[in-house]
Each structure stands twice: as structure tokens, then as C-alpha cells.
T-cell receptor, first 114, second 111 residues
Framework: EPEVTQTPSHQVTQMGQEVILRCVPI?????FYWYRQILGQKVEFLVS????????KSEIFDDQFSVERPDGSNFTLKIRSTKLEDSAMYFC????????????FGDGTRLSIL | DAKTTQPNSMESNEEEPVHLPCNHS???????IHWYRQLPSQGPEYVIH???SNVNNRMASLAIAEDRKSSTLILHRATLRDAAVYYC????????????FGSGTKLNVKP
């Protein structure tokens, strides 16, 4: 069964550094998402992306965040100047075009900011 | 998307059926009911979804009340691997954007 893959599984970065989290969505999917989950808290929506542009973003997704689909297979989340509070699990998800279809999630990247 | 209400936690014995309830009294006619689960240290995993009729798949069954104000996720024989947080999420048919994850139901399965 096709799946969403995320790399790396764990990223350790110094505060203030830039980090790029990578995702390979399911190949025929057209909608892409990033979510995050701070340890012990709920899964929170960050951004959705369709047709090479952001379709919705949350308050968390401020100017330090950006997303990109640099080629036909990858979907990336960049955090420009990381803060301690960015430490969390980051999940990528994708879904197909038909209405009502579910989102499929990757297993996440654990981001640790030191 | 309308709000859902789930119990904080439930417990089950291994190899017994589990019925996980969800209330969604403000559901609209175009809201799909989605169920996801999250095992420890993993991403949310799609379980099942439906609109009006009951649904079955290899993982579970979804029973939807006739008035659609509630639904029940049924795991026919719980295994230890089914211990997870289960989320009931409503999603408008025309909403291609975010899922809102509440607190879900933490299911504990006893051997």
C-alpha cells in the first residue's frame, strides 16, 4: 500500500538555525499538508498546499515557515530561524482529488531545538 | 466543520469487541465522519470514514446513527496493537483543507 514518507526521522538543530523537513507524498495525490504535535499535546494544523500554492494556513504558520514543492515528488517545510518552542513532531499528509477522501499521514520528523 | 465529543479514555480486554462512541450533534448534511488513530510515536493513521451508511473495512466498522448526530467505531476483536488514541473528525465534503484533531479517546487494551 502506498504511503507518505518523511525524512529525517529525527533532526537536532541549534536555535536560530534553518531546518528543512522533507516529505514524499503518495504519488497521485494533489493536496499536501503539514501538521505538528508538541509532546503531550494535540495534533495541530500548520498549512495546506494545492496547485503550487498555500490554500490555508494556521496562526502558527508565521513568516519563519515556508513550504515548497521543488519537484514532482517532494514537499518540504522550511523553518528559517528555529526557536526552542519549535521542538515537536512534524507530520506531513497528502490526499487525492476526489471529495471526501481521507488524508494519509507520514510517521513524522521529530525536531529537537537545542 | 462541526465539533465532536468523545470520551477521554476507554478500556478493553484483548480479543473482545470495542465500541468507541462519538457525538456530533451539529453535523451538517455534507459532513463526512472520519476516524483516525495514533499509535505511540507514530503519525495519525486513517481508519475509516463514511457519510450516511454504515461502513466496513479490514480495520474496523463504522456505525452511523440514523440522524447522523452520533457514530460508533467498532473494532471487532481488539488486539494489543489497537491501543492508541482514536480521533473522530468531521470534514465538509467541499473542505479540502485542515483536519481538526481534538483530544480523542485513549484506548487501553488489557491482555
Amino acid at each position: 500500500e502506498p504511503e507518505v514518507t518523511q525524512t529525517p526521522s529525527h533532526q537536532v538543530t541549534q536555535m536560530g538555525q534553518e531546518v528543512i523537513l522533507r516529505c514524499v507524498p503518495i504519488s497521485n495525490h494533489l493536496y499536501f499538508y503539514w501538521y505538528r504535535q508538541i509532546l503531550g499535546q494535540k495534533v495541530e494544523f500548520l498549512v495546506s498546499f494545492y496547485n503550487n500554492e498555500i490554500s490555508e494556513k494556521s496562526e502558527i504558520f508565521d513568516d519563519q515557515f515556508s513550504v515548497e514543492r521543488p519537484d514532482g515528488s517532494n514537499f518540504t517545510l522550511k523553518i528559517r530561524s528555529t526557536k526552542l518552542e519549535d521542538s515537536a513532531m512534524y507530520f506531513c499528509a497528502s490526499r487525492g482529488l476526489l471529495r471526501g477522501q481521507p488524508q494519509h499521514f507520514g510517521d513524522g520528523t521529530r525536531l529537537s531545538i537545542l | 466543520d462541526a465539533k465532536t465529543t468523545q470520551p477521554n479514555s476507554m478500556e478493553s480486554n484483548e480479543e473482545e469487541p470495542v465500541h468507541l462512541p462519538c457525538n456530533h450533534s451539529t453535523i451538517s448534511g455534507t459532513d463526512y465522519i472520519h476516524w483516525y488513530r495514533q499509535l505511540p510515536s507514530q503519525g495519525p493513521e486513517y481508519v475509516i470514514h463514511g457519510l450516511t451508511s454504515n461502513v466496513n473495512n479490514r480495520m474496523a466498522s463504522l456505525a452511523i446513527a440514523e440522524d447522523r448526530k452520533s457514530s460508533t467505531l467498532i473494532l471487532h476483536r481488539a488486539t494489543l496493537r489497537d491501543a492508541a488514541v482514536y480521533y473522530c473528525i468531521l470534514r465538509g465534503i467541499y473542505n479540502f483543507n485542515k483536519f481538526y484533531f481534538g483530544s480523542g479517546t485513549k484506548l487501553n487494551v488489557k491482555p
